[in-house]
């Protein structure tokens, strides 16, 4: 627990696309911890909040029954911040997922501003790794997953049980030194009191890696049709998408009229059943690429992906 009156510890999840910080994060949001822990994330609408788990809503913020905070990052960060230190005086924990394109040493950084000094206290950075993906993601984006492991005081190798132990060996021994603090996980579950152990970082710390790495602007393109999907045809678009778009992410209707989460990480790619179709959608089918550069081919991408709809009957008009 925080003393009262002492800066709170803040923890920057980072990592790359499809590494595993939205588990991490609902890991923590989820988790008998005792700690009341304020979670501020990019992509509020990826998070799994039970909603048995929310007691109240206010000024944009989910109060859980086990203490925590939620809420998405979608102003100025340093006015979120001090949003969020002039409402809460009861939070023990900062928890601030970055981007998968970002560079978390920024983040903390700004934690570190003269202004948040006496309120808020540079605790870790940690970075989530995809064990099995990492190859794909030095790939997919030079110089940016390099330089989001060089900026962890705790790397999470996650996804473990995707490799054996033999390739686990060869990661360790190429991007990691002696001294690294790592913790190997599946589901992200990494234990709370490592999590919320790290140590006072010395003032600059950050600034080794504070270049902004050399890679390809991240883009993403939106696919959105209505009607039904021939599944084993979107399948085989997603399968073969080009190297650069590393990530795919969103929800189907196919022919038959069954529901899918979609997920698609590098290579790898998951239809999760679903039982109806999640509140909000404007489409029936919505998928969201990711990928860097123009070599990502949004355009043919989309064309391939309108070939596997059902077609849609032309709407009836009144007989004359």
């Known amino acids: 627990m925080v003393t009262k009156g002492a800066p709170i510890p ?8 499809g590494a595993g910080k939205t588990t991490l994060v609902n890991h923590i949001l989820n988790g008998d911890h005792g700690l009341k822990v304020a979670v ?29 905070v939620c809420c998405g990052l979608n102003q100025g960060f340093v006015e979120q911040l001090e949003g969020l230190l ?8 900062i928890v601030i997922e970055a981007s998968g394109v970002a560079d978390p040493s920024r983040i903390m950084d700004t934690v570190r501003y003269a202004r948040f000094a006496a309120r808020l206290r540079a605790d870790a950075i940690v970075v989530v790794v995809d064990a099995a993906g990492f190859d794909d ?12 492991i060089g900026s962890a005081d705790l790397l999470v190798l996650n996804k473990t049980d995707l490799v054996d132990r033999e390739k686990l060996d060869v990661w360790h021994a190429r991007w990691t030194f002696p001294d690294t603090r790592i913790v190997e996980t599946t589901s992200s579950r990494v234990p709370f009191d490592i999590l919320f152990a790290g140590q006072v970082l010395p003032s600059g710390i950050a600034s080794t ?3 902004e790495p050399v890679h390809e602007p991240a883009v993403s393109a939106t696919w959105r049709r209505e009607g039904a999907v021939d599944l084993k045809c979107l399948q085989k ?3 073969g998408l080009p190297t650069a778009v590393y990530r795919a992410k969103g929800f189907l209707r196919t022919i038959g009229g069954r529901r899918f989460a979609v997920h698609l990480v590098g290579t790898r790619l998951s239809f999760e059943p679903m039982a109806n179709a999640p509140e909000g959608l404007d489409a029936d089918n919505i998928l969201v690429l990711i990928g860097f550069g123009e070599r990502s081919a949004f355009e043919t991408i989309m064309a391939h992906l309108d070939g596997c709809a ?6 009836a008009t009144g007989a004359g």
């Open 10 to 17: 803040v923890t920057v999840i980072g990592g790359f696309l």
């Open 40 to 68: 501020l994330v990019n992509d509020f609408g990826a998070i799994n909040i039970d909603a048995a788990l929310i007691t109240s809503t206010e000024g944009g913020l989910y109060s859980l029954s086990n203490g925590c």
């Open 86 to 93: 002039a409402t809460r005086t009861d939070i023990d924990h």
């Open 137 to 148: 993601a030095i790939a997919a984006a030079p110089g940016l997953a390099e330089a989001q």
């Open 209 to 211: 890696f504070s270049a």
């Open 237 to 239: 678009v997603l399968t």
């Open 310 to 315: 059902e077609p849609i009957p032309p709407t």
